[in-house]
């Protein structure tokens, strides 16, 4: 049975390497009979990815489009390449942060420790241009989104709005992302309140294994929304804007 998941997870990745195999090569690549060939076929259309087959000359075997989104059989090579990628696009590109960081906890999961290495000092020599984002570390956008995934609680130091530091051991239930900041929405049982957390403001971020039940929690946008719009600033402006209103509210966060 091992092998023959072997062989029918190495036929899909060759699916991926190009868009259409003959019979013969495949059955070179893989070692088997034309008869196989077909049984491994048929195993991979009932796991729901639709195998194409079309006779005759300039006919073939082709992964067709639709049904399940095909694991990804990468090379190590790759698999830093994307890594580096995702961390690139979870701290600079707000539209792809969220869904970026949940790749990168997947990746995280299952990658060899002898690839961390290589991840992190490309990381680490890849810069990017200041923008409008804060800088955050992909590595607590990581530790945050395992204990997320895990139910387990996270602790950090945190640097408030007035300076003073301390440490917090909260549940951490979500990771929003604004246009500029990442923030955490979390239940503080110190103060048995739910509590929004600047990601540029923590240190020493750390997943306990202590798990928790998880609450039901307030919708998580919303909650950071408020937060950020009502929260205390040091200075207090007003503005004359001489444009229209709905020009500036396309423009402006609320």
Do not use: C, N
Request: glycine fraction near 10%; charged fraction near 30%.
């Amino acid at each position: 049975m091992a092998e023959t998941t072997e062989r029918v997870l190495r036929l899909l990745g060759l699916f991926e390497t190009r868009s259409v195999w003959t019979g013969p090569e495949l059955v070179e690549l893989l070692g088997v009979t034309t008869r196989t060939l077909r049984r491994d076929v048929e195993r991979l259309r009932e796991l729901g990815y639709p195998v194409e087959a079309t006779p005759g000359v300039g006919g073939g075997y082709r992964l067709g489009s639709g049904g399940r989104m095909p694991p990804l059989l990468l090379e190590e090579d790759e698999v830093v390449a994307v890594t580096v990628a995702l961390r690139v696009g979870a701290q600079g590109i707000s539209a792809i942060g969220e869904p970026a960081v949940r790749a990168l906890t997947k990746l995280d999961q299952v990658m060899p420790p002898r690839l961390r290495g290589e991840v992190a000092a490309l990381a680490d020599a890849t810069a990017l241009l200041p923008g409008a984002t804060d800088d955050v570390d992909t590595g607590v956008l990581v530790v945050l989104a395992h204990a997320i995934r895990d139910h387990v609680r996270a602790r950090f130091g945190y640097t408030g709005r007035t300076g003073d530091v301390t440490e917090r051991d909260v549940e951490p239930y979500r990771l929003v992302a604004t246009g500029r900041r990442w923030y955490l929405l979390a239940w503080d049982g110190r103060r048995e309140d739910w509590r929004t957390f600047r990601l540029d403001r923590m240190a020493g971020v750390r997943a306990s294994t202590f798990r928790f039940t998880p609450r039901p929690a307030p919708d998580a946008v919303e909650h950071v929304r408020r937060a950020v719009t009502r929260a205390g600033y040091a200075h207090t402006v007003r503005v004359r804007l001489t444009a229209d209103v709905e020009a500036v509210r396309r423009r402006v966060p609320p």
